[in-house]
């Protein structure tokens, strides 16, 4: 705020009495008003205290003759704040219009008195407190609608003489209206609507003989409707709707010639509709519903021919259609919830020929007595969207004119007593987005042609006496979210196409003859139970039931046994690893602590060393003795893909060799493998079988792993489950682990610092991810990072210490021990609470080695360098560069890799507490990314 405007605001009360005349008391009046306004789309910027004259400001028009503010128009600026008594210096003000802002407060009774007010509009505010009861004798015009007044109608506004329009709706007035309204005899509009008043409406109404439009909806106004209104002859809309009016509707309705819209509905109005209503010949739109109207509709509104809408559900009247509903302009009838019986008559005959396409739109007469069939002609009615017979007695077939509906988007026949077949010209109404057809007799197919109707979202066709099968083309309708096809006869199987359908909210088919395999896939995936129930030979884990035609066998893994059906394990027969590295890591507790890492690295080495050449191929894989023997197996396993199909036919035969193998870790081996569809997936065969927890367990801890997806975590995409053999299955990274990347790629193919960089990146992305769902990955190494096409970074196999029974830091240890130099030092403090910052510590030690290009530990001629250490010890002497990865030359940013360096650094601190959390970890990279480093050289 300029200091100026500062000072005067300050000194605003007394300045504005004692002010010099020559200053223009418009802009100082506008001004101290502004001073109480929060303007935060900076609306009334040019509106600048230094200015002589207000007149140019956004929002002020003034009188060219005495060039005064005549007008203060600020409508939908996003206001808020007081309406100040600055605008009292406004002393030629004719029109406030502060409409659609935020403004709080009370109306100041001073504003309402400013003399020369003809129109004050403060509708759509926050507004609160009473009517001003003393306003400006000129006001002709009053909006204060949706605000929050309450309190009274002061019946001072009734001697506002000049008056024409007044609108009060959408507030909390209460109360009885006060007599005197007759006064206002120039009033045109009057609105109360959506208030709490009550009592009669007020007896001398008739005398403002001029009202067009009167509202009093949606209030608690009670008793007769005051015989003074007949003589409102210009009055073209009424408004009564929402109160609770009682008696007959009155006869001299038919007197008001000029009404266009006439609002009765829920009310409690009884008796017959007057006949006088066919006299209004100008009405629109007509609404009765919900009153207790009752008797037939008068004959008579026939020759209401401008009649657009016509709305009288839900009373009690009876007789047939009435057939001038075909005939004229009417586009909207709403009949429901009458007791309409449509007799001997056909009702629609009449029609035939006179009903022409831009007829009638919305056709309702769902809840009546209606019997007899469907008229045969039906789809003369070309220009139908609604059309909805439900809950009526109709009987006969479904008429195949249906088709000729081309723009209908609802059809709702349910809970009648129709039979035949659904025809198949129901897919020539193509704009169909609800078909409901349930509860009648229907039988038959249902017909494959549903497949034009490609905007439907809702087939409803359940309680009938469907037959065959599900038509696969139903995949094809991808809008679809509701479909329910339960207690038919469907049979067959489930079109497997089905998991197409990527909206599905609801898809029952329960209670039918369906058998076979439950789809596997999107939607199909977490279908409730009790959508697919009642089928008893429908297989799929939903139903709890295998499905052995499907996939009989296991996957054969082992090529030297002719077995089908078995499975022996690769490591059978062989022997393990001497040593117990969870025995070695335990002894070598105390050293990690007085160490650090480098007592990691000793262990490391006496591992390795330990380690017998014949034993070399097993060993290395892990090291452990957890493989099961094999047992029986029974004949099937339990294969459960979370989204998509899986056809392993060919995979078996791929997995069978061990070319296949893409790798080997602590907790298994991993093939590749390619389905039918040509897709290629990983497979990880679980080594630890003897340690995974029971199947429930297992399932659901898959189950959870599975609904993790990021970019940069490779997607766990199903698993199969024996009780001896357990296989996960991944989707497929092309490009090979990081640990390639880093290490055994050539020269050539050496990654440049961008995609270094991306690969830190998206590697605190995926693990920030995972913290955020609470998984420890524990097992971070650069073989357990891979590399997408794109070059992008995917952490793979976390969370897999979830399906050991419990978290055991031996089993753990030995798990990972290849990772050593990757473990943080706390895994081998017994007392010390392992949590995510493991996986900080990890991350550390990858930063460094993708910034270095070493390996975390290097193992020389007679030289141990522990990568960290080694970073550390350059930094401290100030020549850190030198540790970047030579490979790169000297094409690197300095800028962002030593900022990167030293972030590694800090996530392998050896306090636990010292490592930030990978989510600031992202915050920090993206910070040091050079801005202008998009694109790589
Ligand atoms: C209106 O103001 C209230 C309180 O000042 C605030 O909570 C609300 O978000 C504002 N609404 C709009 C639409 O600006
Ligand atoms: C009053 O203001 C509201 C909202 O700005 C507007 O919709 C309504 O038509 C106005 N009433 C009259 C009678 O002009
Ligand atoms: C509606 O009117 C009937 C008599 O016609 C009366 O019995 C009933 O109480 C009234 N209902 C209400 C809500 O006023
Ligand atoms: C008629 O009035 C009722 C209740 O006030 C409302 O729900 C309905 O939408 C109205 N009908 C039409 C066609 O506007
Ligand atoms: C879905 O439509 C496509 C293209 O129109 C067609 O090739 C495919 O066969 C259809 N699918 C089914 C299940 O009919
Ligand atoms: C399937 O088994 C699970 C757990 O055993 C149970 O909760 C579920 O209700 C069963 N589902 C069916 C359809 O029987």
């Known amino acids: 705020m300029p200091f100026k405007l500062f000072l005067f605001l300050l000194l605003a009360p007394v300045l504005i009495h004692s002010l010099d005349p020559v200053l223009n008391e418009d802009v100082l009046g506008l001004i101290v008003f502004k001073a109480g306004l929060e303007d935060p789309e900076g609306k009334l910027i040019s509106w600048n205290e230094d200015d ?55 109306i100041n009774p001073d504003i309402a008195r400013i003399g020369s007010l003809r129109a004050v509009d403060l509708s759509e505010n926050n507004l609160y407190g009473s009517i001003p009861d003393d306003w400006c004798f000129s006001l002709t015009a009053v909006n204060l609608s949706s605000n929050q007044l309450s309190g009274k109608l002061p019946s001072e506004i009734w001697n506002l003489r000049g008056l024409q329009s007044l609108d009060l709706s959408d507030n909390l007035l209460y109360g009885e209206i006060p007599q005197g309204i007759e006064n206002l005899y120039g009033l045109r509009v009057i609105r109360l609507g959506k208030n709490r008043f009550s009592g009669k409406l007020p007896g001398d109404i008739g005398g403002c003989l001029h009202l067009k439009l009167v509202d009093f909806s949606e209030n608690f106004f009670s008793g007769w409707l005051p015989e003074s209104m007949q003589r409102l002859s210009s009055c073209s809309s009424l408004s009564l709707g929402g109160n609770s009016f009682s008696g007959e509707a009155p006869d001299w309705i038919g007197e008001l010639r000029n009404l266009e819209e006439l609002d009765l509905s829920a009310n409690n109005f009884s008796g017959q509709i007057p006949h006088s209503i066919g006299k209004l010949q100008l009405l629109l739109k007509l609404n009765l519903s919900m009153n207790e109207f009752a008797g037939n509709l008068p004959e008579s509104m026939a020759n209401c021919i401008n009649l657009l809408t016509v709305d009288v559900s839900h009373n009690l009247l009876v007789g047939g259609i009435p057939s001038w509903i075909f005939k004229q302009a009417v586009r909207s009838a709403s009949f429901f919830g009458n007791q309409l019986s449509e007799g001997e008559d056909p009702w629609l005959t009449s029609t035939t020929g006179a009903a022409s396409p831009g007829g009638l739109q919305v056709l309702d007469l769902s809840a009546n007595a209606l019997s007899g069939e469907l008229p045969s002609d039906i789809g003369n009615l070309g220009g139908l969207q609604v059309l909805n017979m439900s809950r009526n007695h109709l009987s006969g077939s479904i008429p195949k004119s249906i088709g000729e509906l081309k723009v209908v988007d609802i059809l709702d026949f349910s809970d009648n007593r129709l039979n035949g077949s659904i025809p198949s010209e129901i897919g020539g109404a193509i704009s169909l987005k609800e078909l409901r057809l349930q509860k009648n007799f229907l039988t038959g197919k249902i017909p494959t042609k549903i497949e034009k109707c490609s905007s439907l979202t809702s087939l409803i066709l359940s309680h009938n006496n469907l037959s065959g099968p599900i038509p696969a083309v139903i995949a094809n309708l991808t809008n679809l979210q509701y479909v329910d096809l339960s207690l038919n006869s469907l049979s067959g199987s489930l079109p497997k196409e089905l998991t197409n359908l990527s909206h599905l909210l609801c898809f029952n088919v329960s209670n039918n003859h369906l058998h076979g395999e439950l789809p596997v896939g999107g939607f199909f995936n977490t279908i409730p139970p009790l959508s697919v129930s009642g089928n008893p030979s429908l297989c799929g884990s939903v139903v709890n039931r295998t499905c052995p035609a499907v996939h009989p066998k296991p996957i054969v893994l082992n090529p030297n046994s002719s077995d089908s059906g078995g499975y022996n394990s690769r490591s059978h027969g062989h022997k393990k690893i001497l040593l117990s590295i969870s025995t070695l890591i335990a002894i070598g507790a105390a050293a990690f602590i007085a160490f650090g890492v480098i007592a990691v690295t000793v262990l490391n080495i006496r591992v390795r060393s330990s380690m017998s050449p014949s034993a070399a191929p097993l060993a290395l894989s892990g090291g452990e003795d957890f493989s099961c023997s094999p047992t029986a197996d029974p004949n099937y396993g339990k294969l459960v893909m979370f989204s998509g199909d899986a056809d392993f036919e060919a995979g078996a035969q791929a997995l069978l060799n061990k070319d296949s193998e893409l790798g080997r870790g602590g907790f298994g081996v991993v093939y590749r493998t390619v389905l039918r569809d040509g897709r290629s997936i990983a497979i990880k065969k679980l080594t630890v079988s003897s340690l995974i927890k029971s199947q429930e367990d297992f399932e659901k801890e898959v189950k959870n792993l599975g609904k993790i997806r990021h970019h940069n975590l490779v997607a766990l995409e199903g698993y199969y489950w024996t009780p001896s053999l357990q296989l996960l299955i991944y989707e497929y990274i092309s490009n090979g682990s990081l640990y390639k990347r880093l290490h055994d790629a050539p020269a050539r193919r050496c990654l440049t610092w961008r995609q270094r960089f991306n690969v830190i990146l998206g590697m605190a992305k995926g693990l920030s991810h995972l913290h955020q769902m609470d998984i420890i990955h524990y097992n971070l190494k650069s073989t357990n990072i891979l590399i997408d096409g794109s070059c992008e970074p995917k952490v793979s196999d976390f969370g897999l210490a979830r399906l050991l029974p419990m978290l055991d830091r031996c089993i753990l240890s030995s798990k990972i021990q290849s990772a050593l130099g990757y473990m943080a030092p706390e895994f081998a403090c017994q007392t010390v609470k392992i949590t995510e910052k493991c996986d900080v510590y990890g991350f550390g030690i990858l930063v460094l080695e993708v910034v270095t290009g070493k390996r975390p530990v290097e193992y020389m001629e007679d030289d141990v360098v522990v990568l960290c250490d080694m970073v550390r010890g350059a930094l401290e002497e100030g020549k850190v560069e030198e540790c970047v990865d030579e490979r790169l030359g000297s094409i690197f940013p300095a800028e962002e890799a030593i900022p990167v360096i030293k972030l590694g650094l800090v996530c392998a601190s050896q306090v636990p507490s010292n490592r930030p959390d990978m989510s600031e970890v992202v915050n920090i990279l993206e910070l040091i990314q050079c801005p202008s480093e998009g694109q790589d050289e």
């Open 52 to 106: 002589e004259s207000p007149c140019n400001w956004l929002g002020v028009k003034c009188d060219p003759r005495t060039n005064r503010v005549s007008e203060l128009v600020l409508n939908s600026f996003s206001l808020s704040g007081h309406i100040d008594k600055g605008l009292l210096k406004l002393q030629f003000l004719q029109i406030l219009s502060l409409s659609r802002n935020n403004l709080t407060g009370t």
